[in-house]
């Protein structure tokens, strides 16, 4: 027995030896060149990419932070391959990485178990179970579950990785900064290309529609990301917690920005960024929370007293969308001509009558494009209304689950909107940090551009605005959790 230890040991140790390692090396190498040879002679040549997808493997298991940063930096760059079969894709290269992440997490959970349990223990993480666990109920009860499971599993793969792991990534500061340039400079380089390809066509405002393709699929999602950076770069340009030039290249990225944000020709995104402005004002000015509900609450009232004179007016606007900035400012109120407006309030009229048959648990997740067009009147049906299923959602990130997910659905979303300013206020208020105020109010202010513009649009199922919304919320869970006074911040 002792000697067949020995010998065992023996083996153990020769194979352990420099020699044979490199003869191991040798060998392997060799084998792949000739398995290559012989691919390419075959003109197949994916086994070329079997050195990168092993590199890929070993960052995953050992540096997953390279990862995420990867994938942020990818995600503006990313295009979207569609599939014919429910008319839905997958954006390259981002989503095959995002569903890595999340098998790694699925993983990591099931054998280690290490992640930190303040984390699990966060409101805002417990608010985000609670809409998976309705996702999961609506998607059991769909009208497509397939549809509905496929959302889920999408959605999966945007929040695991960009909330949960990249609120331990956060721990270190640098990496919030690495977070919120390595979006921003690849952002700039679609900047870049799409007023070009604008150029080209002279800065139509029609062609400002569609140039942004195949990074942006349209201008809402180009000019609702364009807007959420605005009010970061603005930070990071006016801070005095970073250097002379820190500050010099966020200025030239703030001014790409504007520059983008104004050629979108998004009149939600422009709204959204005078919205942020007055919410900043509020809280330069330290007006009291009571005043504002005042404002509001008699704002509504003299709408509804008004309600028929002010919808006659908007009826006699006949501004349509144009190259000039105050007529397209002035077309957004336009609903008597303007297509993209009728379309829209088609939609949501739609999504309405769809609840009124389903009020809680809707259609499903994801299936409002394939079930709403029984639901369209007649007389609200515009030159670009479909019966398809090819154009799009419900247009709101409001409306669109409640005909999904019931009312339990909007209202889950609506909470977790409210309780992420909630948790950044409560940063804000408590950091004594110059830097870690400046970036809460900043992200703070870049969702609330988003929550804004959901109002008329949604992108929550695309990587574009996924990766920033859930990241932003991450940065502001992190402060919450790491940042606060009496908790030192790794830098």
Known sequence: MQLIRDKIEEIKSYLAGENVRF???????????????????RNVYYTLLIPFGLVILYIFFYR???????????????????????????SLPTEPLMFGVLLLFILKLAYENNFDPKVWRHPMTILIGIQFLWIL????TSQIPLVSFKFMLARLWFVIPFYIFTIHLFKKRQNIRLFLWLYAIPLVIVIIYTTYQHSLWAFEENAGHWVMTPFYNDHTAYGAILAMYVPVFVGLTFSRSYSRLVRFFAIIILLFLFMGLYLSYCRAA???????????????????????????????????VFRFEILDSLSKNKQGTSGNFMEHVQSMSNISTDASNLERLNRWASAF???????????????????????QSSEEKTLISTNA???GNAHSEYIGPLAEEGLPGTLIVITLFIYSMVVAMRVYRKSKDREVRMLTLATMLGLLTYYFHGLMNNFLDTDKASVPVW??????????????PGKEAQE
């Open 23 to 41: 003869t191991f090396f040798y060998v392997i190498s060799g084998l792949f060149i000739l398995l290559n040879a012989f691919m390419v002679y």
């Open 353 to 375: 009558r769809m609840f009124g048959e389903r009020p809680v648990f809707g259609y499903g997740p994801g299936t409002y494009q394939f079930e709403y067009a029984p639901y």
């Open 270 to 304: 422009w709204i959204s960024l005078v919205i942020a402005l007055a919410f900043y004002m509020i809280i330069l000015f330290r007006i009291k929370f009571k005043y504002i509900v005042f404002t509001l609450l008699l704002g509504g009232l003299i709408f509804y």
């Open 389 to 391: 299923g090819d154009r």
């Open 471 to 484: 990241g932003f919320m991450a940065i502001l869970v992190a402060f919450d959790l790491f940042y606060v």
């Open 64 to 90: 997953v932070d390279y990862v995420l940063l990867l994938i942020t930096f990818c995600t503006p760059l990313a295009v979207n391959i569609t599939q014919f079969e429910f008319n839905v894709g997958v």
């Open 137 to 140: 109920i609506t998607s059991i």
